[in-house]
């Protein structure tokens, strides 16, 4: 995930390992809002079906608006690949506080379809989005 992001001329200004628990995930997502150096941020694993996979639920709460079709394009692809076990895969995107967030699979294969497929090509885009103040008109 670190070669992909600094390969695409990203920097990573902070980069923490965390257990299954639903409120250090959100403390540190809530100090990655805070941070003026930081522009997206991304969740790798803890997004599976069991018990203490709890990113997703975690994370979706603090969105101000979710991106619903990152994860029906992420199932789509991930379905070309590994056929119908994608129905077992969650990922998420979203922004808050004008920061894009993504919460990801940890397998290696899903690193890479997000980042190169999904994330790399459209960060920058939502990120400007999510920035955008509307004119009074």
Same mark, same amino acid.
């Given at each position: 995930?670190?070669?992909?992001?600094?390969?695409?001329?990203?920097?990573?200004?902070?980069?923490?390992t965390l257990?299954?628990?639903?409120?250090?995930?959100?403390?540190?997502?809530?100090?990655?809002?805070?941070?003026r150096?930081?522009?997206?941020?991304?969740?790798?694993?803890?997004t599976?079906i +069991? $018990?203490?996979? %709890?990113? #997703?639920?975690?994370v *979706?709460p603090?969105?101000?608006?979710?991106l619903?079709?990152?994860?029906d394009?992420?199932?789509?692809?991930?379905?070309?690949?590994?056929?119908?076990?994608?129905?077992?895969?969650?990922?998420?995107?979203?922004?808050?506080?004008?920061?894009?967030?993504?919460c990801?699979?940890? +397998? $290696?294969?899903? %690193?890479? #379809?997000?980042?190169e *497929?999904?994330?790399?090509?459209?960060?920058?885009?939502?990120?400007?989005?999510?920035?955008?103040?509307?004119s009074?008109t």
């Open positions: 995930m670190v070669q992909l992001i600094r390969r695409h001329g990203h920097r990573i200004v902070s980069r923490k257990p299954d628990n639903r409120d250090k995930i959100q403390q540190a997502l809530l100090r990655a809002l805070k941070s150096k930081t522009d997206v941020v991304i969740t790798c694993g803890g599976g +069991s $018990p203490d996979d %709890v990113t #997703i639920e975690a *979706r603090l969105l101000e608006k979710e619903e079709g990152f994860g394009i992420f199932r789509f692809i991930s379905y070309g690949e590994i056929g119908s076990a994608a129905i077992m895969t969650r990922a998420l995107a979203g922004v808050s506080r004008g920061k894009a967030i993504f990801i699979p940890g +397998s $290696p294969n899903s %690193v890479r #379809i997000a980042l *497929r999904l994330i790399i090509p459209e960060v920058g885009h939502i990120v400007k989005h999510a920035r955008e103040k509307k009074d």
